[in-house]
């Protein structure tokens, strides 16, 4: 039997630091990897706190086309789901 999972989801974000400092710094996930790809790419990828499969991958926006399209990269619907064995631990990260 074959096991298949989505990896990574790509969210392009307008700086790499700056991503890393909300998704790492303020949400607390995981640094994943941070990798150089070139002068000006990285392979960024962080996961909240325990997870074991998928992955966010921080992608910066790659022209002006990219960069629009920040914040808004589902058309305005609900992007993440994020599960949860404890919600009010959680509710202490992301008030309502």
Known sequence: ??????????????????????????LGFDLIEDTTLSQTKRWVLVAPPG???????????????????????TGGRVFLFLQTDDFERERSVFPL
């Open 1 to 26: 039997m074959t096991h298949q999972f989505l990896s990574a989801i790509s969210v392009v974000v307008p700086d790499y630091d700056e991503a890393l400092e909300f998704y790492v710094g303020q």
């Open 51 to 73: 997870s074991t499969e998928t992955r966010l991958l921080l992608a910066k926006a790659d022209g002006p086309k990219q960069r629009e399209s920040i914040g808004n990269q």
